[in-house]
């Protein structure tokens, strides 16, 4: 039987554990590679290659258009977090982790392939739009499995740590592709960036994916479904099991999850096209300054974890969403002096309260579940918050700008969905060092 998750922790983590928490970084920083390099895409260069009559017609609406496919993809989130929960919850988190990663490569890689509207017309932005929707489907199943893996494995008064790795898969894979489209963009003449350069960081995705998908099959499955298996607690119907029972819980991750996910997606994608399209700052320089943004995000998300061993998972939080709720209007003052160097330092500020509204994620959401319905209860919980949150936040901000002209308004749609997340948080009773195993929660 596998060792109780409440035994006392210890100073050094075992080859396994080490093993696990590599394996969650490096797959998760893949999967948000591909994922965030069509968000960034989008922004960028999508819209005239793929939309091409109405980009001519209104550039604007073409803009929107575009940032609206990224959160298409999201409306199939939940899809991805029902058919991986309940295969999560029967079959083990390891199986659904190597198929979630090997359908987002395939999907980004196809991507990069896709002809544009000039050579095969409509069918172009529907193949786009299928691909995504395919991302989609792959990033609903993907977090819950990572963050199970990572805290199921964990020490009880390290958990809060050690999901925090998977969850700096997201800053880690912003960077990556941040630094890959960098890269095209100063090696390649706007020209070339067009016509091919765009692609290579899509194609780059079938490299990354082999090394991910080794990776994780090395790695033992977790010893909470493991002990679940043993007293034979699998749920024969989990999705009805977690609305019977867990119905409030799925409410409460959801709602945490909103404000965060929006203002993150709003240094994804929507202040590169931001910067480089209304303050008319140099491409490579924005893209740069978004790297560094990435960089504070993953090392406040690490802390965030972290603290959230020591202060609690909800207090965490708090603290999280009261800082991004006061930053956000001297945020877009600092943005709008259109220097590059207050641009990069504002948005770095910025990811102090992202952090640790995001890195006690993992270990929150796993507490607030039984092992049976665990992997559908966090999937699905996730991917609502992620529609309700950052699905449509580049193009929601882009509307309230192009209507208001003042960034100011961005920052007040963030400031209201702050509260509600705060006040999702706050509903939650303490969960830190609940027991994860099977008899105190089945």
Known sequence: ??????????????????????????????????????????????APLFFEPLSKDSPGLATIISLATIGISFLFRPLGAIVAGRFGDRLGRKKMLVFTLVTMGAATALIGLLPTYTEIGLAAPIALMLLRIVQGFSAGGEWGGA??????????????????????????????????????????????????????????????????????????????????????????????????????????????????????????????????????????????????????????????GALSDRLGRV????????????????????????????????????????GLSYGPMSAMYAEMFPVSVRYSGVSIGYALGAILGGAFAPMIAELLMQKTGWSGSIGVYIMVLCVVSFAGATAVREPKGTDLGVAKND
């Not at 797959?27 to 069509?38: L, R």
């Not at 965490?316 to 259109?338: C, E, H, N, R, S």
């Open 147 to 304: 963050a199970l893996m990572s805290v199921e494995h964990a020490p009880v008064n390290r958990r809060g740590l050690f999901g925090a790795y998977p969850q700096i898969g997201v800053p880690i894979g912003m960077i990556l592709a941040t630094g890959v489209l960098w890269t095209m963009t100063t090696v390649t003449t706007p020209e070339q960036f067009e016509a091919w350069g765009w692609r290579v960081p899509f194609l780059l995705s079938v490299l990354l994916v082999g090394i991910g998908y080794a990776i994780r099959r090395s790695v033992e499955e977790s010893p909470v479904f493991k002990e679940m298996l043993q007293r034979k607690k699998a749920s024969s119907a989990p999705l009805r099991d977690l609305f019977r029972r867990n119905a409030k819980q799925v409410l409460l991750t959801a709602l945490i999850f909103v404000a965060n996910n929006a203002a993150g997606y709003l240094v994804i994608a929507y202040f590169i096209s931001y910067g480089t399209k209304v303050l008319e700052m140099p491409r490579p320089s924005v893209l740069l300054a978004a790297v560094f943004a990435s960089l504070g995000w993953l090392i406040f998300t690490l802390y965030g």
């Open 315 to 354: 207090r965490t939080f708090q603290i999280g969403y009261a800082f991004v709720f006061v930053w956000m209007l001297p945020m877009f003052w600092l943005i709008d002096l259109g220097n590059i160097i207050v641009f990069a330092l504002a948005l770095f500020v910025l990811t102090f309260g992202l």
């Open 1 to 46: 039987m596998a060792a109780p998750t409440s035994a006392p922790s210890r100073a050094a983590l075992s080859k396994e554990e080490r093993k696990v928490l590599w394996s969650t970084l490096a797959g998760t920083s893949i999967e948000w590679y591909d994922f965030f390099i069509y968000a960034q895409a989008a922004g960028l260069v999508l």
